[in-house]
């Protein structure tokens, strides 16, 4: 593996596609190494675009655009970090010889939950709750009947849990409908309706698929959803052996079957030793921001490691948790308070830099490591509440 010098004819070349605080840190991890990055999203100033040494803002759903830069830049790796793409044009882009991490074939799946809940029950067969699609309302209602309640309604295409409710009740149906479409990522449209697990914890095993070494496994992430979007995550979450080995073996089957190389977020519920395949990402996980605290290489090295084929090797430093605090308001050029006492509790704060707010936006995490997960847990927590985002405008 040789890398070149950033902005010169022997660069090392990543195009980032989705500039969020995900794309920021692995942004981080590439200028560390040397690598020119140039980072893409539909807005400006987005938290990755702060540290690339390019960026355009276009429609990420419109291919002809990202094809466009692909043309113009020729990077060495194309690196999708949301899940709002044109998934086709980086088929065809793979098929033109660019390489797309962790490959056409995983991005194309993971982005559309179709597309990866039939490929996880019916063609690798893992165990997953019943499920159904529905493109409009009525079958909609007829296929919540069939699943039963309660059941999660998610849209098709959406990330971070956005437009996903737990329907408990007859009442509950159409405004889950509703507000599956009003979030979901691109035209909306189709939702996928599963049945509800009634599991004891949801984990992410973050996977690694390397270049010369075999599949490898962060320890497994416990994690904490408020209406499907994260706000708490702890490393290592405790497991009995045997549904810790049937949560590698569901990981290695998925991604195995995905292919390509680097990092990837697999959800699973566990009751017991009894696990399910929820989801998977083809990139670092949000739940994985803790591993900024916890292991020796944090899941953004990891996984651009895994990109250039370079040696891995994670270990767990410590136990640690992460808690996220939000805005509660709408504007712009927001200001944080309580950093310094956020501080004296928490081992690390870490704001994103979103340039706008809204209702519930995810704007920046603690960290904190403990003799224990409850300590670590209570530190992260209790540092977080001490933030207070404003908007300035």
Not at 9 to 24: A, D, H, N, Q, R
Not at 194 to 203: A, L, M, P, S, V
């Amino acid at each position: 593996m040789i890398i070149g010098t950033p902005n010169s004819f022997k660069s090392t070349k990543i195009l980032l596609l989705g500039s969020g605080e995900l794309g920021k840190e692995f942004v981080i991890e590439a200028m560390r190494l040397g690598l020119e990055v140039i980072a893409v999203d539909n807005y400006q100033s987005a938290p990755a675009m702060q540290l690339a040494h390019r960026n355009y803002v276009v429609d990420m759903k419109n291919g002809k655009l990202i094809k466009d830069i692909v043309y113009r830049e020729k990077p060495d790796y194309i690196v999708p970090e949301i899940e709002a793409i044109d998934t086709d044009a980086l088929l065809e882009l793979e098929e033109e010889g660019f390489n797309v991490v962790p490959s056409g074939k995983a991005v194309k799946y993971t982005m559309n939950r179709i597309s990866i809940r039939k490929l996880a029950a019916e063609k690798v067969s893992l165990k997953t709750s019943k499920y159904a699609f529905a493109s409009d309302i009525q079958t909609y209602r007829e296929k919540i009947q069939e699943i039963g309640l309660p059941a999660v309604i998610k849209p098709v295409m959406s990330s971070s849990g956005k437009g996903q409710s737990v329907v408990r009740t007859p009442e509950e149906i159409d405004r889950a409908w509703y507000y599956a479409q009003e979030n979901a990522r691109g035209k909306g449209g189709e939702v996928i309706i599963e049945e509800f697990i009634n599991f004891d914890y949801e984990i992410t095993l973050l996977t690694i698929r390397t270049k010369n070494q075999e599949t490898l496994f962060c320890p497994p992430i416990g994690h904490i959803q408020v209406d499907g979007d994260y706000w708490e995550s702890w490393q290592p979450h405790s497991m009995s052996e045997v549904a810790l080995e049937k949560a590698k073996d569901i990981a290695k089957k998925i991604t195995d079957e995905l292919g390509g190389y680097g990092i990837f977020g697999c959800e699973m519920f566990v009751k017991g030793d009894e696990v399910w395949f929820n989801e998977i990402s083809p990139r670092p996980h949000d739940t994985g921001m803790v591993t900024l605290i916890t292991q020796n290489i944090s899941e953004f090295e990891v996984h651009l490691r895994a990109i250039l084929g370079l040696p891995i090797d994670v270990k767990l430093l410590s136990a640690g948790a992460s808690y996220c605090f939000h805005s509660w308001k709408t504007g712009v050029a927001p200001v944080y308070e309580g950093v310094e006492e956020a501080l004296k509790i928490a081992d690390k704060v870490r704001i994103f830099g979103k340039p706008t707010t809204r209702l519930k936006r995810r704007m920046g995490i603690t960290l904190a490591s403990g003799d224990s997960i409850e300590e670590a847990r209570e530190k992260a927590k209790r540092a977080a509440s001490l933030i207070k985002v404003y908007p300035s405008i």
